[in-house]
């Protein structure tokens, strides 16, 4: 319990953000709400695991992308073909119903003199992945933090996920899958540079 009170201050954050108690309490009114009792047994904790998850769930609020992508690396022997990181798995969450969304997401780009460690492009996603989303902002989010950070010849994203709100109420179609795409520079004006991203991120799988 200690632990957890370190993360979250008995008073208002700085920022703006309820107290731990003041979001433990949004949870059992949910809770009473739903047609449940948060004092019986199997509830009893459940305030403090979802405000500890939700803090997990939502770190991305806490992070700024150009800290990750801050450092780069000059020395390449003059490559300057496409970098493709395929299939990086991720969840996030739909702003408005709060349902998970999970997916995954190709994230591509054409160097200029620099790149980037291949690991920091998977943490740039789980950035923006790790925040209340639209899965067509996420997209743009991320080309646009690489395409402002990096400065390369273009960036393409890719992003297929599956929407916990169509799959869970509403229209109730599981299985059924979003895809978006934002292309930068010369991925947006070449129409060869985009085939051949296309073809890269469909090829090989």
């Given at each position: 319990?200690?632990?957890?009170?370190?993360?979250?201050?008995?008073?208002?954050?700085?920022?703006?953000?309820?107290?731990?108690?003041?979001?433990?309490?949004?949870?059992?009114?949910?809770?009473?709400?739903?047609?449940?009792?948060?004092?019986?047994?199997?509830?009893?904790?459940?305030?403090?695991?979802?405000?500890?998850?939700?803090?997990?769930?939502?770190?991305?609020?806490?992070?700024?992308?150009?800290?990750v992508l801050g450092r780069t690396f000059e020395e390449v022997a003059g490559f300057d073909d496409i970098v493709l990181v395929k299939d990086i798995p991720f969840h996030s969450h739909c702003e408005h119903h709060m349902?998970?969304?999970?997916?995954?997401?190709?994230?591509?780009?054409?160097?200029?003199?620099?790149?980037?460690?291949?690991?920091?492009?998977?943490?740039?996603?789980?950035?923006?992945?790790?925040?209340?989303?639209?899965?067509?902002?996420?997209?743009?989010?991320?080309?646009?933090?690489?395409?402002?950070?990096?400065?390369?010849?273009?960036?393409?994203?890719?992003?297929?996920?599956?929407?916990?709100?169509?799959?869970?109420?509403?229209?109730?179609?599981?299985?059924?899958?979003?895809?978006?795409?934002?292309?930068?520079?010369?991925?947006?004006?070449?129409?060869?540079?985009?085939?051949?991203?296309?073809?890269?991120?469909?090829?090989?799988?």
């Amino acid at each position: 319990m200690d632990a957890i009170v370190k993360n979250f201050p008995s008073q208002t954050d700085v920022d703006g953000r309820p107290s731990q108690k003041e979001a433990e309490d949004a949870v059992r009114v949910l809770l009473r709400w739903a047609g449940d009792d948060p004092q019986r047994e199997g509830l009893i904790d459940t305030p403090t695991r979802v405000v500890k998850a939700y803090k997990e769930l939502f770190s991305g609020y806490d992070l700024a992308a150009e800290d990750v992508l801050g450092r780069t690396f000059e020395e390449v022997a003059g490559f300057d073909d496409i970098v493709l990181v395929k299939d990086i798995p991720f969840h996030s969450h739909c702003e408005h119903h709060m349902l998970p969304v999970v997916g995954h997401a190709h994230v591509a780009y054409l160097p200029e003199g620099r790149v980037l460690g291949l690991s920091k492009i998977a943490r740039v996603v789980d950035i923006f992945g790790r925040r209340l989303q639209t899965q067509e902002t996420m997209t743009a989010q991320i080309a646009g933090a690489i395409a402002e950070t990096l400065r390369p010849r273009g960036v393409a994203v890719m992003i297929e996920a599956e929407h916990m709100c169509m799959a869970m109420r509403g229209v109730l179609k599981q299985g059924s899958t979003t895809l978006t795409t934002t292309f930068t520079g010369a991925f947006k004006t070449d129409a060869a540079e985009q085939a051949r991203f296309m073809s890269m991120v469909r090829g090989f799988r």
